[in-house]
T-cell receptor, first 114, second 113 residues
């Protein structure tokens, strides 16, 4: 199983809503990532978890809150988002980091903030 | 804080032709990867080349890496309509905060049948 599953596929939320994005992998990968991608732009790294611990936060606003409940699951909790946060949110996982950092991506959650 | 710039930004070719995309990066890397993204979907890993390698092949893909020029190229031979996608290079290395993979701006490839 080389799949990273993201739910939901689409999400529309108001600026006062609280929602969560979910990501799951069963490949035994120990590193998991959240990226944000705007149209016609490359993915921008947001967070990296390594062995279930947050290792990198790319100065992401606190309205985005990541969580890694176990080695297979990664969540991104959203609260009080702004319209400019509308984007494709991609989750990825890799066996490790350094030279074992080939990343497997989910299909993404397309988020619209109204 | 993108690592790489890619050239060209967009490329349109006929089926059967070869497509070459170039990538430049700014800092030292341990490896450089290429990924493909079909419209609005997740990225798919294509090939990884380590910093001590100069060339690598995988099927119709050929990747070169020149660490002295901080550049890489991806060649897709005998292109097919199904190769239409965006292609991103991604440099993996030590940055502030730890090991990261940073993506370049990407090249949008259109292969006309």
């Amino acid at each position: 199983d080389t799949e990273v599953t993201q739910t939901p596929k689409h999400l529309v939320m108001g600026m006062t809503n609280k929602k969560s994005l979910k990501c799951e992998q069963h490949m035994g990968h120990r590193a998991m990532y959240w990226y944000k991608q705007k149209a016609k732009k490359p993915p921008e790294l947001m967070f990296v978890y390594s062995y279930e611990k947050l290792s990198i936060n790319e100065s992401v606003p606190s309205r985005f809150s990541p969580e890694c409940p176990n080695s297979s699951l990664l969540n991104l909790h959203l609260h009080a988002l702004q319209p400019e946060d509308s984007a494709l949110y991609l989750c990825a996982s890799s066996y490790g980091r350094d030279d074992k950092n080939i990343q497997y991506f989910g299909a993404g959650t397309r988020l619209s903030v109204l | 804080s993108q690592q790489g710039e890619e050239d060209p930004q967009a490329l349109s070719i006929q089926e059967g032709e070869n497509a070459t995309m170039n990538c430049s990066y700014k800092t030292s890397i341990n490896n450089l990867q290429w990924y493909r993204q079909n419209s609005g979907r997740g990225l798919v890993h294509l090939i990884l080349i380590r910093s001590n390698e100069r060339e690598k092949h995988s099927g119709r893909l050929r990747v070169t890496l020149d660490t002295s020029k901080k550049s890489s190229s991806l060649l897709i031979t005998a292109s097919r309509a199904a190769d239409t996608a965006s292609y991103f290079c991604a440099g993996g290395g030590q940055y502030t905060g730890g090991f990261k993979t940073i993506f370049g701006a990407g090249t949008r490839l259109f292969v006309k049948a």
